[in-house]
Antibody, heavy 118, light 111 residues
Framework: EVQLVQSGAEVKKPGESLRISCTGS????????IAWVRQLPGKGLEWMGM????????RYSPSFQGQVTLSADKSISTAYLQWSSLKASDTAIYYC???????????WGQGTPVTVSS | QSALTQPRSVSGSPGQSVTISCTGT?????????VSWFQQHPGKAPKLMIS???RRPSGVPNRFSGSKSGNTASLTISGLQAEDEADYYC???????????FGTGTKVTVL
């Protein structure tokens, strides 16, 4: 059974750094892209970018380029989303999803809530 | 790249049909046959309902169908059921600079 399990909720202060994770199981983690999607409180879905765990190739939405960093450790089937300096506007739920094909996200993680507040 | 445009809400009675539109441009919806639809219940992760404009993944009821005409894609729910009440999002490929973009989302209410 394909599963994506994300790390738990985070509460951070503005300016702090953060890395959240997404661990895959039940399939070959290295051969499918992993996408990251943001959902601001009470708002819609936003495509942030994706990473190919096999070689760590990345694609970023222009809206998120330079704001976040995607990485992966294929040895432990885990993808990461990280910030070097959080802002209050980063408060959201972040989802990872298996990117089976173009705009085809067939399995999703449970979401990681991130709260940034002073 | 702006989000694709969806109606904020649609509603229907049980058994009726509703259609959700997803309007983009020639640079996204109109330029490629890569449109997917996702269902999201409150507090839950999204679920893939339609891919490649009209392909229904295994396990998705056949009352869900997708289509596209020009720069607008559509999701139709036929025979509306109570459990269909949720938010729905379209997503389209948008080329090698923007890559993929979601719609603004539509709340479906079953009256």
């Amino acid at each position: 059974e394909v599963q994506l399990v994300q790390s738990g909720a985070e509460v951070k202060k503005p300016g702090e750094s953060l890395r959240i994770s997404c661990t895959g199981s039940g399939y070959n983690f290295t051969t499918d892209w992993i996408a990251w999607v943001r959902q601001l409180p009470g708002k819609g879905l936003e495509w942030m970018g994706m990473i190919y765990p096999g070689d760590s190739d990345t694609r970023y939405s222009p809206s998120f380029q330079g704001q976040v960093t995607l990485s992966a450790d294929k040895s432990i089937s885990t993808a990461y989303l990280q910030w070097s300096s959080l802002k209050a506007s980063d408060t959201a739920i972040y989802y990872c999803a298996r990117h089976l094909a173009v705009v085809t996200f067939d399995f999703w993680g449970q979401g990681t809530p991130v709260t940034v507040s002073s | 790249q702006s989000a694709l445009t969806q109606p904020r809400s649609v509603s229907g009675s049980p058994g009726q049909s509703v259609t959700i539109s997803c309007t983009g441009t020639i640079s996204d919806v109109g330029g490629y046959n890569y449109v997917s639809w996702f269902q999201q219940h409150p507090g839950k992760a999204p679920k893939l309902m339609i891919s490649d404009v009209s392909r229904r993944p295994s396990g998705v009821p056949n009352r869900f169908s997708g289509s596209k005409s020009g720069n607008t894609a559509s999701l139709t729910i036929s025979g509306l059921q109570a459990e269909d009440e949720a938010d729905y999002y379209c997503c389209s490929y948008a080329g090698t600079y923007t890559f993929e973009v979601f719609g603004t989302g539509t709340k479906v209410t079953v009256l």
